[in-house]
Structures are given as structure tokens and as C-alpha cells.
């Protein structure tokens, strides 16, 4: 028996440490939790409770194959490793020979978030020449928002929750998507802290707060202007912090003037006192600290939705306090530590700047015909963008296309591996060696391999090794091996402390107040209230309420949201195994009583919702979570869960209109119809 620490690999903010027991004959017998992991302490989630299940399925992709029945049948056959490489080097030369490299495009995403995984790779397609995927479908806007503003991504260690008296969970539902930060919630509220959440939905997170408002979605600006209009009018706001570390106050006074409650209840739908109460609470009660994550940046503004948020703190000169200011991902610190070039490789351009291609609008990218040169290969790796990514139609439309060689590299025959025309077998975390730099807590995990890679699957920068050798290439940085790499690109970190503990800290200021005495890193060197940078690019200098283009209308009158609520799902990757879909709920339209009664509709009716790209039927499920003119299709399902291997999912009604800045997508500004089947 062996006892084995690794870290999961999961696109998750808490990237839990585990360990993982082996017996004799090399087999993984159980897996739980470490106990001596600062952040997760022993606990895993509902998910990775059952990873064995993932690992040992029968339904695991183990040797490569290629498609034999039309593309989307699902009908392969098994061919060799050698098979494999030789046809993908042979499409790829005669592919750049008769279209240029940037006819062949990676498109990954962080299905494994680990370093290699998910970043050793661009090696290989930088020497290849091939498109580069700019954007994505997760963070970025929120990044880009805040650094609008602060000039940078980085806020509060989140684990300082523990010492706030007023934590405003906003647009994140941390319950169920970052659970093992909750023992440090429950912590200040031990100590008499409130909890508000702000969501349009009445989530798990809701149902256990103190305080829950729920605006409109896509309405928050007009809240967060209204509490700046409160905290100027009554006299709450730092002056003195805000006179030394800010630019734009009279312009920004001047600004929210005209937005009152009464003004912002309107837009949002909130109560008027409750938006004087929240303002002042928020003004008064410190350290006041604002949580967020990543699910409000699903929106056309969601650059906006950052940019106003992390006004606020400012404002109550909250960034004086442990406990105090606002705390998103952590990834922008824990990047610290990490080598990027050293791992990335840029130089390998070799002085070639390839086209860039939307992520989030793989669909239009797909199927458009000026581009030049037209996509002819794709190799899909760590992603299942017939689940994941909005307008799937186009998707579908564009994988379909037979003049298009697609290749994909996963652990299950997914709805997206259902249309490769070759599948390579993936290793799964426990047969990996790799690092994780989390964006939850300021940790660095380490992952050792616990056993064997099943059949003849491989990790992701084993995949990139073969391809190189299948292309032909020389270039010894494409070959390096794991355990190299790994010392190279974490040169603060001892590597072999890391492997031995399983885990290591990453910098953080000492005293825990970041931006106590500012020093942000914008072009004037303070937080940026008005933003004369974004005024130069066309954008409001100051934050401004805007509406999404896509918004309810007499033909599609409610706002659709399509959100992650299953606690055994983990994006789009566990609802096919048996441990976890079968156990949900299964997928259903929730509207309101008011609603489903305006409609004639009643629980488990069958209902039609639908816009102008696609049309699902679903059960009716009546239910407090959402309010009028809001319902919500649950996201994370396959096609199979929707009635059959084409059926539309959630994503086939979601629209894919580009965030404001950031690259995002506004997957939640979608208006559909609802009716009676
Ligand atoms: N169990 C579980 N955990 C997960 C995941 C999972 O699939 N399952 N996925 C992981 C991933 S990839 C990510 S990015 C994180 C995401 O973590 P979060 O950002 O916490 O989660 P989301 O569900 O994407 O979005 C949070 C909330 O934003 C709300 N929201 C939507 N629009 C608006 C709006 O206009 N205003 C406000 N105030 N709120 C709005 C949604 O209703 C939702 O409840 O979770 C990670 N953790
Ligand atoms: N409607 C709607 N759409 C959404 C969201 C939403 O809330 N609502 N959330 C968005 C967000 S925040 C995100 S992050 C994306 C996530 O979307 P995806 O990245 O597509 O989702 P995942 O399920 O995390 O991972 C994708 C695949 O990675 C595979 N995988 C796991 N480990 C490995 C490995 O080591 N190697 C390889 N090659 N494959 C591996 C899994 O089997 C899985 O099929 O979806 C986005 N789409
Ligand atoms: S999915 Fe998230 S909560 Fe679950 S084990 Fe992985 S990192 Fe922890
Ligand atoms: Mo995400």
C-alpha cells in the first residue's frame, strides 16, 4: 500500500489537496481529502468524493480511434498510437502546404488547470505556426474589469473573509462553487459578521445568507451607482483615503448624482429602502469586504460589472482593513510564482504574429467562409464545446463540416468527441504528474502521478511530445519531460519541498492589506474612478449603467439564465457517469409561480422555451430560485440527457455576443419565449 498526495486538476477555485491509497498491484483503492491541506483541510466535494468512478469507468476512452460512420454517428475504431500520429501529421503538413498553419487551431481549455496541462502545449502549436485563441469562457472579463479600475486583477487573500464584518457575496455562488471557502464565511459570522448575496438567483448560497437581494440580471450597475449615490449624499465616504489613492471623485459625485435608490429599484427591481439600507450598511459596518468570482461576467457589460464593483471599496476606504476590500480570483498572485515565458515559450514564434480567433465564438469561427485562410483542422483538448460554448447550433454546424479535420483529446466520448474525426485517450489526474497554481487560495499544489496511465492514454504534454515527433520536429524544447519543465518554470518554489508536502504557499503582502496605502499600478497610479485610458478607447471614462442588447422583448420575454446548480457536476464533465447525473435533478425549466401561472403552466408540465436559435421542451419546475420574467435551464447537461445524441442543450439557446472588453461572452443576456407544449 502506497499513500500518494496530489491536487485536483479541476477548472475549480479550491484546487483541494488529496491523497490517494495504491495497493500492491498498482491499483488506486481509495482517495480522500489531505488533511494537512491549509485551504481545503481534508475535505473534498461531491464531485471528486467519486473520482475513482471517473477514473475506472467503463465508459473511459483508453486507445485511439478513428471515426468510421459519418461525423456525429459516434462510430469509431480502435487504431494504434502509431496510426494515430501518422495520420495527424500527414493532414497537418498537407493542410499548412495548400493553407498556411494558421489553418490548424488548438483550442483548449482548462478541463485540466494544471501548469502542463494546460500551458506546456502552446509550445508546440507556437513552433507550428498555428492560430492562436484569443479571449476565453471564463475570467477574463473579470479580470480585465478590475484592472480597469485598479490597474491589476489582484484584490484580498479570500481566506481574510474570516476577519470581515459585512461580506457581500456578489454574483458568486460560493456554496456550491467554491465550498471550502465557506468555513471562513461562517467563521466572521461567528464572530457577527453578515452575509448578503446579491444574485438573481436564489441559490444554495442564498438560501444560507443573512441578506438576500435579487436584482434583475444584468441590472447590478444601476445598484452599485444608486450605493455610491447613498454613501456621497450622507456623508459615509473616506475622504481622506479616496483624496490620496484615487482620481475622479467630483467627477464621479457628479455622475451618480441623478442615480437615486428610487432610480436604481427601478432598473434592478429592488426595493428602494433595501438599496438605502444595503448603502449603508455597507458604509458603516467595516471591514466591509466584497466577494465575487466569475459568473456576473456572463454578460454583455460584464467589463462594467468589474469596473463599478470595485469602485466601492474605494470609496469606504475599505482597503485599510484586514478584512476588508474585495477578493476575486487569486490567480493573478499565484501566477506570480510561475515562469509563464519559461513555460510558454513564446520565442518559438520565432518573430510570426499567427491570427487570433475568438474562443467563445468557435461556432462563427467554424463555419465562416471569408476567413483566410478557412479553419481546416482543430484539436480539441481539456474542452467539450457542444456543452460549453454559446450558439452550439453553429457549433454543430461548423464540426459537421467535412472538409474539416478535428481531433480530440479526452477522457470520455463526449457530444464534442462525437463528431472527431480521430480520439486521443487522456490520462485523468491521478495518472499525471503536474503543479496547480490555484485562483481560490494562495497555494501552488503539487499532483504526483498515483498510478499508471490506463490503456495507452496519455497526459496533455505527453500528447504535444508525440505530436511533435509526428510532425517531425527537432526543437528540443518540445520534448523536455515533465519533472524538468516543472523546476524550470516554478524557480521560487522549492520543487522537491512541493512534492514532498504536496503543497506551498505563494507571496503575499504581510500585514494582509494589499492596497492599504494604494500604489496601484494604473497610468496615474491611483484607482481609477474615472478611467481616462478607457475614454481614449471609446469607452465611458466613468462606470455607467448600459443595457444588453439581447434584453427581453414582447417576442422572447423572459431572461434566460443557464447556470452551474448541480453539486455532483463539475462544469460539463460528470453528468454521463452514474454516480452523478442519475442523482441530480433532472433538467427542467424553473419560472416563478407568478409566471407559470400567466403561462397556464404547472409543475411537471411540458413547456416549449425557444428564441431564434433554438427551441427545447422541458419539464415545468415551479420554484422560488428565480423571479418574474427570469427562468433558467440548467447548464452541465449532454445532448443524451436532453432527449438524444443531437439534441439542443442549454448552450444551443445561449447567445455568443462578445463581452464588452475582457474576450468574454455574454452567454447570460439571452431572452427567450416560454409556452405550453
Ligand atoms: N460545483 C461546481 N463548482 C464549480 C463549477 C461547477 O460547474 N460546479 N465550475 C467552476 C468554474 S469553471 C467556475 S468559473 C466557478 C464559477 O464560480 P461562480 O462565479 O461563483 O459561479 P457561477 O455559477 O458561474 O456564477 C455565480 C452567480 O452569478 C449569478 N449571476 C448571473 N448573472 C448575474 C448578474 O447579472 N448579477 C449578479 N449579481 N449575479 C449574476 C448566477 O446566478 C450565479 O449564481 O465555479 C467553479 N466551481
Ligand atoms: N451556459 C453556460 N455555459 C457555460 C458556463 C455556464 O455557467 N453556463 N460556464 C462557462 C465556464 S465558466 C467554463 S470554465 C466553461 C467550461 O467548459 P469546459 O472546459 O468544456 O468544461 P470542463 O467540463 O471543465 O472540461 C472539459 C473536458 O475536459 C476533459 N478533461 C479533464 N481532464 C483532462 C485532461 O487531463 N486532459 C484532457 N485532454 N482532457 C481532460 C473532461 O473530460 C471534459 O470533457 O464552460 C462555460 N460555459
Ligand atoms: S472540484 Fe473543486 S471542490 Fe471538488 S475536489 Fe476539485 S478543487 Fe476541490
Ligand atoms: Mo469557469
Given at each position: 500500500m502506497r499513500i500518494v498526495l496530489g491536487t485536483c486538476h479541476h477548472d475549480?477555485?479550491?484546487?483541494c489537496g488529496w491523497q490517494v491509497t495504491v495497493d500492491d498491484a498498482g491499483v488506486a483503492t481509495q482517495m480522500r481529502g489531505?488533511?494537512?491541506?491549509?485551504?481545503?483541510?481534508?475535505e473534498l466535494c461531491p464531485k471528486v468524493n467519486r473520482y475513482l468512478g471517473r477514473v475506472y469507468?467503463?465508459?473511459?476512452?483508453?486507445h485511439p480511434m478513428r471515426r468510421v460512420?459519418?461525423?456525429?454517428?459516434?462510430r469509431f475504431e480502435q487504431i494504434s498510437w502509431d496510426e494515430a500520429l501518422t495520420e495527424i501529421g500527414t493532414r497537418f503538413h498537407a493542410i499548412i502546404d495548400e493553407h498556411?498553419?494558421?489553418a490548424i487551431m488548438p483550442y483548449v481549455s482548462a478541463g485540466n488547470q494544471s501548469l502542463l496541462a494546460i500551458m506546456f502545449g502552446d509550445r508546440f502549436w507556437h513552433h507550428l505556426g498555428a492560430s492562436r485563441v484569443t479571449g476565453?469562457?471564463?475570467g477574463l472579463v473579470a479580470g480585465a474589469g478590475t484592472a480597469t479600475t485598479m490597474g491589476t486583477g489582484k484584490g484580498m487573500?479570500?481566506?481574510?473573509?474570516?476577519?470581515?464584518?459585512f461580506i457581500n457575496l456578489w454574483g458568486t455562488n460560493t456554496r456550491l462553487?467554491?465550498?471550502?471557502l465557506w468555513p471562513f464565511i461562517e467563521e466572521a459570522r461567528g464572530n457577527g459578521a453578515t452575509v448578503v448575496v446579491i444574485d438573481p438567483i436564489r441559490t444554495v448560497t442564498a438560501e444560507s445568507a443573512d441578506w438576500f437581494l435579487q436584482p434583475?440580471?444584468?441590472?447590478?450597475v444601476a445598484l452599485m451607482l444608486a450605493m455610491m449615490h447613498v454613501l456621497i449624499r450622507d456623508g459615509l465616504v473616506d475622504r481622506e483615503w479616496v483624496d490620496a489613492h484615487t482620481v475622479g471623485f467630483d467627477d464621479l459625485a457628479a455622475h451618480v448624482a441623478e442615480w437615486t435608490p428610487a432610480r436604481a429599484a427601478a432598473v434592478t427591481g429592488l426595493d428602494e429602502g433595501d438599496i438605502e439600507t444595503l448603502a449603508r450598511r455597507y458604509g458603516t459596518e467595516s471591514p466591509a469586504a466584497i466577494r465575487t468570482l466569475v459568473?456576473?461576467?456572463?454578460?454583455?457589460?460584464g467589463g462594467m460589472f468589474f469596473r463599478t464593483l470595485t469602485c466601492l471599496p474605494a470609496l469606504v476606504g475599505?482597503?485599510?482593513?484586514?478584512?476588508g476590500g474585495y477578493a476575486r480570483s487569486v490567480g493573478v498572485w499565484t501566477g506570480d510564482v510561475l515562469d509563464h515565458a519559461a513555460l510558454?515559450?513564446?520565442?518559438?514564434?520565432?518573430?510570426r504574429s499567427p491570427r487570433g480567433i475568438a474562443m467563445p465564438q468557435l461556432g462563427r469561427a467554424l463555419t465562416?467562409?471569408?476567413?483566410?485562410?478557412?479553419?481546416h483542422a482543430v484539436v480539441m483538448i481539456g474542452v467539450n464545446p457542444l456543452v460549453s460554448v454559446p450558439e452550439r447550433q453553429r457549433v454543430l454546424e461548423g464540426l459537421s463540416r467535412d472538409d474539416l479535420f478535428t481531433v480530440v483529446h479526452d477522457q470520455f466520448i463526449t457530444d464534442t468527441a462525437r463528431y472527431a474525426d480521430i480520439v486521443l485517450p487522456a490520462t485523468t489526474q491521478i495518472e499525471a504528474t503536474d503543479a496547480v497554481t490555484s485562483w481560490g487560495s494562495l497555494h501552488v499544489g503539487w499532483n504526483e502521478?498515483?498510478?499508471?496511465?490506463?490503456?495507452e492514454c496519455v497526459s496533455n504534454s505527453e500528447l504535444h511530445r508525440r505530436l511533435a515527433r509526428a510532425m517531425g520536429y527537432t526543437e528540443p524544447a518540445l520534448f523536455e519531460d515533465d519533472l524538468t519543465v516543472l523546476r524550470t518554470v516554478l524557480p521560487s518554489i522549492d520543487v522537491d519541498a512541493l512534492r514532498r508536502d504536496g503543497v506551498a504557499d505563494v507571496p503575499f503582502p504581510a500585514d494582509r492589506r494589499p492596497w492599504a496605502d494604494g500604489g496601484f499600478p494604473t497610468p496615474s497610479g491611483k484607482l481609477e474612478l474615472r478611467s481616462d485610458a478607457m475614454a481614449a478607447l471609446g469607452f465611458p471614462a466613468l462606470p455607467t449603467y448600459l443595457e444588453a442588447d439581447e434584453s427581453p422583448t414582447d417576442e422572447f420575454p423572459f431572461a434566460l439564465l443557464t447556470p452551474k446548480?448541480?453539486?455532483?457536476?463539475l462544469n460539463s464533465s460528470y453528468s454521463h457517469l452514474p454516480k452523478h447525473g442519475p442523482l441530480e435533478p433532472q433538467p427542467a425549466l424553473e419560472l416563478c409561480a407568478a409566471d407559470a401561472l400567466q403561462l397556464g403552466l404547472a409543475d411537471g408540465d411540458s413547456a416549449r422555451v425557444w428564441n431564434h436559435r433554438a427551441s427545447l421542451d422541458l419539464p415545468v419546475r415551479i420554484t422560488e430560485r428565480v423571479r418574474p420574467g427570469v427562468v433558467a435551464v440548467p447548464w452541465g447537461w449532454w445532448a443524451r440527457h436532453h432527449g438524444g445524441d443531437d439534441a439542443p442543450v442549454a448552450?444551443?439557446?445561449t447567445s455568443d455576443a462578445a463581452t464588452d472588453?475582457?474576450?468574454?461572452?455574454?452567454?447570460?443576456d439571452t431572452a427567450v419565449a416560454v409556452a405550453r407544449v
Open positions: 475549480c477555485p479550491d484546487s489531505n488533511p494537512d491541506h491549509p485551504y481545503s483541510q481534508g469507468s467503463d465508459e473511459r476512452v483508453l460512420g459519418a461525423k456525429g454517428e459516434g498556411g498553419a494558421e476565453g469562457l471564463c487573500d479570500p481566506s481574510d473573509l474570516r476577519n470581515s464584518r462553487t467554491n465550498r471550502h434583475k440580471p444584468g441590472s447590478d459568473g456576473a461576467e456572463h454578460h454583455e457589460h475599505a482597503w485599510r482593513h484586514l478584512g510558454t515559450r513564446p520565442d518559438l514564434l520565432a518573430g465562416d467562409t471569408e476567413l483566410q485562410p478557412r479553419l502521478a498515483a498510478i499508471e496511465p490506463l490503456g446548480q448541480q453539486t455532483r457536476f448552450n444551443s439557446l472588453w475582457g474576450g468574454g461572452v455574454a452567454f447570460w
